[in-house]
C-alpha cells in the first residue's frame, strides 16, 4: 500500500528495477502510449493524481517516485554525478517497463532531470514538456545567460542554501502553520500556488512533501565552508548538491546537440517565485533584498536569471535543429497543471496528440 491513499483511477505498484526498487503511480490503459511524469523537489508521484486522470484517452501516465522521494527505496543519492543518479534510475525503469518510447513531463527539478533525459537519450522520447523548469545549469551559483559561476566553489548553492528549519520540521512530520518562514504548509501555500488558492488535495500534496528522505547525506545534503559569500558551498551528497551547477550544469551542451530533437513545450505560472529571474530561493536575490546580510552587491552576486537561462538554451537547441514553444499561465505560480488544469491541459494535449 502507498503511503498517501490514490485517487480513484490510479493504481500504485512497486517495481524492482537493476538500480533501485521505485514506487510508481499508474493510468491509463497498459497498452497506452507511455507518458513519464518526473516530479520536482519536496514532492512526489502523488502531485501528478489529478493531471494523469485528465489523459487522452490511449495515453498511459507513468509516474514514479524519485530517488530520495515518496515510497521509493531509500538509497542515498551521489551528488557528484550530478542529475544522473535519476537519469539512469529513470532510464532503468523504461527499460523494466519494456518502454521504448514515451512521451516526458518534468516539473521544477524534474525539469532539469528532463533536460538530462534528452542529453542522454533522446531518441527515447516523443516530446519533451517542461513546467517551471529548474534552470539546465543547475539551481543558484551562477550569473549569467551561460550558466558562468559567481565563484569556482560554486558557492551559493548547494545543501547549505536550505533554511535548516525547514527539513527538521520535515523530519518531524510537521503540518502545522507554526513557523512562518519554514513550515511546510506555509512554505507549500506560500510558494507552490499563487495565494490565496489551496489545492482540494492539499493534505495528500502536503503528505508527498514530507515523505522526502532527510538528513545530512539526504534532504538537504551536507556542505562545506566557503570564503566566498555566503560561505556555504556543495558537499557530496543529496538532492540539492545534485542540482547545483557544480554538478548538474553538464548536460547542456549534450542537450543542445541531441539526436534526434524531440519537440519542446515549455510551460510556466507568471507568478512563479521558486523558479524565477527574481527567485525567493536564490541567494543573489535573497542577499539583494536584505534577507541575508553581507551581500557583495548586483556586480559581484546578482540574482540568478532562472527562466532567462532556460529560454537562452531552449533558442540553442532550436538554432540546431529543435523546436519549443513557450507558455506562459496568467495568475499561477509554481503548479499551473494543479492551479489552472484546463488551461494546462489544452497546451499540453498538443503536445500528445
Known amino acids: 500500500m502507498p503511503s498517501i491513499p490514490t485517487m480513484q483511477g490510479i493504481t500504485s505498484k512497486m517495481v524492482d528495477t537493476p538500480r533501485i526498487r521505485t514506487h510508481v503511480l499508474f493510468s491509463g490503459p497498459e497498452a497506452g502510449t507511455p507518458v513519464l511524469l518526473v516530479h520536482g523537489n519536496a514532492a512526489s508521484s502523488t502531485c501528478w493524481e489529478e493531471l494523469m486522470l485528465k489523459l487522452p484517452a490511449g495515453f498511459r501516465g507513468i509516474a514514479p517516485d524519485l530517488r530520495g522521494y515518496g515510497d521509493t527505496e531509500d538509497k542515498l543519492i551521489d551528488a557528484t554525478r550530478g542529475i544522473r543518479e535519476w537519469v539512469d534510475d529513470l532510464l532503468a525503469l523504461m527499460d523494466t517497463l519494456s518502454i521504448e518510447k514515451a512521451h516526458l513531463i518534468g516539473h521544477s527539478m524534474g525539469g532539469t532531470i528532463a533536460f538530462g533525459l534528452i542529453a542522454d537519450?533522446?531518441?527515447?522520447?516523443?516530446?519533451?514538456?517542461?513546467?517551471?523548469?529548474?534552470?539546465?545549469?543547475?539551481?543558484?551559483?551562477?550569473?549569467?545567460?551561460?550558466?558562468?559561476?559567481?565563484?569556482?566553489?560554486?558557492?551559493?548553492?548547494?545543501?547549505?542554501?536550505?533554511?535548516?528549519?525547514?527539513?527538521?520540521?520535515?523530519?518531524?512530520?510537521?503540518?502545522?502553520?507554526?513557523?512562518?518562514?519554514?513550515?511546510?504548509?506555509?512554505?507549500?501555500?506560500?510558494?507552490?500556488?499563487?495565494?490565496?488558492?489551496?489545492?482540494?488535495?492539499?493534505?495528500?500534496?502536503?503528505?508527498?512533501l514530507l515523505l522526502e528522505k532527510v538528513g545530512e547525506q539526504k534532504y538537504p545534503g551536507d556542505f562545506v565552508p566557503s570564503n566566498n559569500w555566503p560561505n556555504v558551498a556543495p558537499g557530496k551528497f543529496g538532492p540539492i548538491n545534485a542540482i547545483s551547477p557544480k554538478y548538474a550544469g553538464d548536460v547542456v551542451e549534450k542537450f543542445i546537440a541531441a539526436t534526434p530533437k524531440p519537440p519542446v513545450l515549455w510551460i510556466r505560472g507568471d507568478s512563479d517565485l521558486i523558479v524565477s529571474d527574481a527567485s525567493f530561493f536564490d541567494m543573489g536575490n535573497l542577499g539583494k533584498l536584505g534577507y541575508v546580510p553581507g551581500w557583495p552587491g548586483e556586480e559581484v552576486y546578482p540574482p540568478q536569471p532562472m527562466v532567462g537561462q532556460v529560454r537562452h538554451v531552449l533558442e540553442q537547441y532550436k538554432a540546431n535543429g529543435g523546436s519549443y514553444e513557450e507558455v506562459v499561465i496568467a495568475d499561477s505560480a509554481h503548479f499551473p497543471y494543479i492551479e489552472k488544469p484546463e488551461e494546462f491541459m489544452a497546451h499540453f494535449t498538443k503536445i500528445l496528440k
Open 121 to 208: 537519450a533522446s531518441d527515447r522520447f516523443l516530446s519533451v514538456t517542461l513546467v517551471d523548469a529548474s534552470s539546465p545549469y543547475g539551481f543558484g551559483g551562477t550569473k549569467d545567460l551561460q550558466g558562468t559561476p559567481w565563484y569556482d566553489d560554486f558557492a551559493g548553492s548547494g545543501g547549505g542554501t536550505v533554511n535548516p528549519d525547514f527539513p527538521k520540521l520535515m523530519a518531524a512530520g510537521d503540518r502545522s502553520t507554526d513557523n512562518p518562514q519554514a513550515s511546510p504548509r506555509v512554505v507549500m501555500n506560500g510558494f507552490y500556488w499563487k495565494p490565496p488558492f489551496r489545492p482540494a488535495r492539499e493534505e495528500e500534496l502536503l503528505s508527498s
